[in-house]
């Protein structure tokens, strides 16, 4: 299986900040990944798939990029809507894997 | 609006069974890729399993043999038959669509239901 690692695992932020995850995969993934939010008791959402394209009605704040191995997810001017866990998913093969998270709070 | 909603969570016992449900609108189940994830409380995303439009299936190793995904073309419902309920299957259990040219690019999800496996 291919094991996702992401980091930080937590960041403090405020709001206006510009805020950068890792994500980084135990072997190349070309450029399949994908990125969620969720939010405390929801679902998770999709931000970005295809390592770097934003998903209809998602805030272009939000940016994705990277290839292979190292991946990055980028949000700039940091709301309050956007304190949430973070998960990048790999879809390059089964079974489907998930980083562990990163949390950004206050 | 695509909505997914699932149903069948609740407490069983070690070895019991449970049949989970994830009902569909504004789309079909049976020609999307559709997907099971669960989240153990306090932890991660888990992939469980995977059941193509044409109907191919996976699971995750933690599960094969035990779990079954199925679906319901005239009740537009997606289905997971859980049997020999382990402690470590306790976790909100969540139905994904897979997205219309990329099957295991999760665009929508349901709410999710928990499943809590004890004695």
């Known amino acids: 299986a291919i094991r996702m690692t992401q980091s930080p695992s937590s960041l403090s932020a405020s709001i206006g900040d510009r805020v950068t995850i890792t994500c980084r995969a135990s072997?190349?993934?070309?450029?399949?990944l994908a990125w969620y939010q969720q939010k405390p008791g929801k679902a998770p959402k999709l931000l970005i798939y295809?390592?770097?394209t934003l998903q209809s009605g998602v805030p272009s704040r939000f940016s994705g990029s990277g290839s292979g191995t190292d991946f990055t997810l980028t949000i700039n001017c940091l709301q309050s809507e956007d304190f949430a866990t973070y998960y990048c998913?790999?879809?390059?093969?089964?079974?489907?894997?998930f980083g562990p998270g990163t949390k950004v709070d206050v | 609006e695509v909505q997914l909603v699932e149903s069948g969570g609740g407490l069983v016992q070690p070895g019991g069974s449970l049949r989970l449900s994830c009902a569909a609108s504004?789309?079909?189940?049976?020609?999307?890729?559709m997907t099971w994830v669960r989240q153990a409380p306090g932890k991660g995303l888990e992939w469980v399993s995977v059941?193509?439009?044409?109907?191919?299936?996976y699971y995750a190793d933690s599960v094969k043999g035990r779990f079954t995904i199925s679906r319901d073309s005239s009740k537009n419902t997606l289905y997971l038959e859980m049997n020999s309920l382990r402690v470590e299957d306790t976790a909100v259990y969540y139905c994904?669509?897979?997205?219309?040219?990329?099957?295991?690019?999760?665009?929508?999800w349901g709410q999710g239901t928990l499943v809590t496996v004890s004695s």
């Open positions: 998913q790999q879809y390059y093969s089964y079974p489907l894997t």
């Open positions: 994904a669509r897979g997205r219309i040219g990329g099957g295991n690019i999760l665009d929508y």
């Open positions: 504004a789309f079909t189940v049976s020609t999307n890729y």
């Open positions: 072997q190349g993934l070309s450029s399949y």
């Open positions: 295809a390592a770097s």
């Open positions: 059941i193509y439009s044409g109907g191919s299936t």
